[in-house]
């Protein structure tokens, strides 16, 4: 009798789950098929903002390194090799570097920049002084309470790597537009987009190159 009952349960069981796995696949089909293109996402973007005060619509528009590694977010094996070198070679190429050819300002005016958020907000003063933010994704100094970490620490940055017209080169550059040396940066070009001025940038270059700067102590 036993024997009886185990054949059509077992039966039964199978069946249910070719059922719920028919199910699934059905899902996963229609959730692929669902899936939005970039320009749906881009118009969806546009109709979730509004512009207010300095904060305009064309801040939602993608420049063509973005979109390509927007691009490659998804796609299998990432930005291609050629492609990503492509793209940092134009941004490197398009860094300005210091009219009188001086990196360093006031260290103490870099830190006023690099601890303050503000610029470039809607309810900011349109041509106001902008900050660095830097403190948001780095580590500056020991004696901070708080910073981010979507960054590398900067503490000692001038005392670890000198001050050669290499790396003071490269650090302009980096800060200018982060892009030149990593295509997909999250790193805000706060050159090459006008966030900070010359003489700002000069400021924050001195915070991580002085030797009398907390990042260097």
């Known amino acids: 009798m036993l024997s009886t009952i185990k054949y059509p349960v077992s039966l039964l069981l199978v069946t249910m789950l070719g059922v719920s796995l028919a ?24 109709a ?46 398009a860094v300005k570097y210091p009219a009188d050819g001086k990196y360093l300002g006031d260290w103490k005016a870099g830190e006023k920049l690099a601890q303050s958020g503000k610029g470039f907000q809607f309810n900011d003063k349109e041509g106001s002084t902008a900050g660095g933010n830097c403190y948001a994704c780095h580590q500056l100094a020991p004696q901070e309470l708080a910073y981010g970490n979507i960054g590398p620490s900067l503490y000692q940055y001038g005392k670890l790597r000198g001050n050669s017209e290499e790396i003071m080169k490269y650090t302009w550059a980096k800060i200018w537009n982060s892009h030149a040396y990593n295509a997909c940066s999250n790193m805000p070009r706060f050159g090459a987009e006008g966030i900070l001025t010359e003489t700002q940038l000069k400021d924050v270059m001195a915070l991580l190159m002085s030797p009398e700067s907390p990042v260097n102590k």
Not at 24 to 39: D, G, I, R, W, Y
Request: glycine fraction near 6%; include cysteine.
């Open 48 to 93: 979730s903002f509004k512009t207010k005060g300095q904060a305009k619509l064309e801040r939602v528009n993608q420049t063509e390194l973005q979109k390509a590694c927007s691009v490659a977010e998804t796609a299998a094996g990432g930005l291609p090799d050629a492609k990503r070198t492509e793209l940092q070679n134009a941004a490197l190429a």
């Open 23 to 46: 199910g699934c696949a059905n899902t996963e089909n229609q959730s692929a098929a669902a899936e939005p293109s970039n320009e749906e996402i881009h118009q969806l973007l546009l």
